[in-house]
């Protein structure tokens, strides 16, 4: 399984970006959790957010509860993080990840695949 990440950018303060990720094969991860992390320069890898199978269960980290969202379209094999009133501590490299289990996770132990990650700047 491969995924490819793409939709990073430098923005301003206050825009949006909508960040996507695919997966190859074609539905070989539809019976999988996918999430999202993030890493800035100097720090962990940290959870953004996840989304289980059939879109029906959705986990955030609570510094962009209200302002992102994920969402995922099996039959593209995509799965999307938009982004709203970003702020300059949202700037990471931003990996999607797809998980063993069916509900995806916050602790990236549980993913196995990963991409290879977008940039995503923001100036305050």
């Known amino acids: 399984v491969q995924l490819q990440a793409s939709g990073g950018g430098l923005v301003q303060a206050g825009d949006s970006l909508r960040l996507s990720c695919t997966a190859s094969?074609?539905?070989?991860?539809?019976?999988?959790?996918l999430g999202w992390f993030r890493q800035a320069p100097g720090k962990e890898r940290e959870f953004v957010a996840h989304?289980?199978?059939?879109?029906?269960?959705?986990n955030y980290v609570d510094s962009v509860k209200g302002r992102f969202s994920i969402s995922r379209d099996n039959a593209k094999s995509t799965v999307y993080l938009q982004m709203n009133n970003l702020k300059p501590e949202d700037a990471a490299v931003y990996y999607c990840a797809a998980a063993r289990t069916a509900i995806g996770s916050s602790d990236s132990r549980y993913y196995n695949y990963w991409g290879q990650g977008t940039q995503v700047t923001v100036s305050s």
């Open positions: 094969p074609r539905r070989t991860v539809s019976n999988n959790g």
């Open positions: 989304i289980s199978w059939n879109g029906g269960v959705t």
